[in-house]
């Protein structure tokens, strides 16, 4: 596991321009529909109470959000997908910073981490999402969020299912994680880590 010694804010990017360029070592992307918890999630991951904003309302997330975890790593904080209540025009913008970024990074520039909701199982976005990003070359790892909010006895079988619904094999890992237990954080580090090496 990743001993963080440092973590803060770099930059917002609404549009290409404001993209940091890449560095040598590949920068990890979070992805994942509104509200499954990603702020939660690198707040955990990188040991910080509010490093990245959290929000119970979806759609918080607007820009692309840089951090800089121990003055070699980049975390990029990507907006949630899916939040039907922001307009036509805004989703737009959300697809076409999505394809600027997606396009500038993969597949040899970022680690893609999806994020899907353990409770839910995964939704038809998740499943489109997934299929666009490996169609640009990503090799995601895949994390189930609010893993405790699922009973353990229920846990392989709502694990299936989510493989099931966003098209994954049945022998593709999924991390399961809390930011509540904190549960999966050494896990997730150790595939980071390793998808990192890969690269």
């Known amino acids: 596991m990743e001993r963080i010694h440092s973590a803060e804010f770099l930059r917002s990017a609404t549009t290409a321009k404001d993209f ?11 992805v994942g529909r509104s509200n499954v918890g990603k702020s939660s999630l690198l707040n955990t991951l990188l040991r910080r109470k509010a490093l990245a904003r959290t929000s119970s309302t979806p759609g918080r997330t607007q820009a692309v959000n840089y951090f800089l975890v121990n003055d070699r790593l980049r975390f990029v904080d990507l907006p949630g997908y899916g939040y039907a209540k922001i307009s036509r025009t805004d989703r737009q913008k959300w697809a076409r910073l999505m394809d600027d970024y997606f396009e500038s990074v993969l597949p040899h520039a970022a680690v893609v981490v999806i994020l899907i909701d353990a409770k ?30 699922v009973p353990r006895s229920q846990r392989v079988k709502a694990l299936r299912e989510l493989r099931q619904r966003v098209g994954l094999a049945a022998e593709q890992p999924v991390v399961g994680f ?6 999966g954080v050494k896990e997730l580090w150790r595939e980071i880590a390793a998808r990192q090496e890969g690269h």
């Open 178 to 183: 809390s930011a509540t237990t904190q549960e």
């Open 20 to 30: 940091l360029p890449p560095t040598e070592r590949p920068e990890v992307a979070f």
């Open 120 to 149: 839910v199982r995964g939704t038809d976005l998740d499943r489109q999402a997934n299929e666009y990003l490996v169609s640009l070359g990503a090799n995601p790892i895949y994390v189930a969020t609010k893993i405790d909010k």
